[in-house]
Nanobody, 119 residues
């Protein structure tokens, strides 16, 4: 059984910073892409950032230059450093990963962590 556990959400002021972490555990043979999505109230879930196993990254236009995604393969962990936060970054952030457990490659989701940007 594979699990993704997120941490690091919370309350920040506009212009502030937060760092999210997501650790994968369980029967893991290899992890391919890892990423972060977010869902604001009344909106669809959207991609925030994604990082491939070779460290190639992709960002949503709305977060380019402000957010940085990184991963520590030894710890099976992906991070999202969020700087210059805006009100519109308020959402539940979900970790996502494509993981091979020796039987198949499946997509897994974390439980979500709330990020609130408020003054």
């Amino acid at each position: 059984q594979v699990q993704l556990v997120e941490s690091g959400g919370g309350l920040a002021q506009p212009g502030g910073s937060l760092r999210l972490s997501c650790a994968a555990s369980g029967s893991i043979f290899s992890i391919y892409a890892m990423g972060w999505y977010r869902q604001a109230p009344g909106k669809q879930r959207e991609l925030v950032a994604r990082i491939l196993s070779g460290s190639s990254t992709h960002y949503a236009d709305s977060v380019k230059g402000r957010f940085t995604i990184s991963r520590d393969n030894a710890k099976n962990t992906v991070y999202l450093q969020m700087n210059s936060l805006k009100f519109e970054d308020t959402a539940v952030y979900y970790c996502n990963a494509d993981i091979n457990d020796l039987r198949a490659t499946n997509q897994y989701w974390g439980q979500g962590t709330q990020v609130t940007v408020s003054s």
